[in-house]
């Protein structure tokens, strides 16, 4: 089966909405009202791949869960690489995705819902034995650096890197560039970078740096503005949202995918 039906037959199978709790399942409701397509590119945890043992990722979770509590809206998630997923917003092919950095060009075309999570901080990786050490931005200069194509980094982070930037598609990518000695640093959002670190083959030879450059930018969903009713499915996700921070269910969904 391909993954575009996979979805879409979970989605139909989904219908009736099992959310976890911190102290066992609770029964919310049933999903029935209007369909909203959520486009996103796989970064664990906070977006899993299809069929992932641990479930859909944080972001996903979140999403289904605050727009069944703020309107009863029925989601579908497809998975796309990340300039895809702009592209879409943009085009109003998709009715929002999850972790989208709010920048005023971006503001044209999407609408951005209240906070949740963390503020956006980046961690650092070297090769274990390079001899590299990051303690500030200024220890970029003159680095080859690995970033996503298509992410949003901070004004600082940019003006610091004096070096050649190389970009691809994605953070696991670029970590095994990295491993590959293809790039001397790679800056990664925390929890994934961290996450991707731990799990796969590469992640004994790479080192986390000490210095860790917390944004202060809020995790925030964005809706696109093309498409018909995108205000109301807003207001709904803020109304969830704001009933789930206050049940601390971000703290949840970390100590479940991640151990806390």
Do not use: C
Request: hydrophobic share 40%; aromatic share 8%; proline share 6%.
């Amino acid at each position: 089966m391909s993954p575009e039906r996979s979805i879409r037959r979970r989605a139909l199978i989904g219908s009736t909405a099992l959310v976890a709790g911190a102290a066992g399942s609770a029964v919310w409701g049933r999903e029935s009202g209007p369909e909203l397509l959520m486009v996103t590119a796989a970064l664990e945890p906070f977006t899993s791949p299809p069929r992932h043992p641990l479930g859909e990722g944080m972001d996903i979770d979140l999403a289904r869960e605050a727009l069944l509590r703020g309107g009863n809206y029925r989601l579908r998630v497809v998975h796309v690489p990340w300039r895809r997923v702009l592209a879409e917003l943009k085009a109003g092919q998709a009715d929002f995705s999850a972790g989208v950095h709010n920048t005023a060009e971006r503001r044209q075309f999407l609408a951005y819902s209240q906070r949740y999570g963390n503020a956006v901080r980046y961690d650092f990786y070297t090769r274990r034995g390079s001899g590299l050490s990051v303690r500030g931005l200024a220890d970029l200069a003159g680095r080859r650096v690995g970033l996503m194509a298509g992410a949003e980094y901070p004004s600082p982070l940019q003006a610091a890197m004096s070096g050649r930037a190389e970009r691809a598609a994605d953070l696991h990518t670029l970590l095994r560039m990295l491993a590959a000695g293809r790039v001397d640093v790679v800056v990664g959002n925390e929890l994934p970078a961290r996450w991707l670190v731990q799990h796969q083959p590469y992640g004994p030879q790479l080192e986390r740096q000490p210095y860790t450059h917390d944004t202060g930018t809020p995790t925030q969903m964005a809706f696109s503005r093309q498409r018909p009713g995108f205000e109301a499915a807003l207001a709904a996700m803020n109304r969830g949202l704001g009933l789930l921070a206050k049940e601390q269910r971000w703290a949840a969904l970390q100590t479940r995918y991640v151990g806390g």
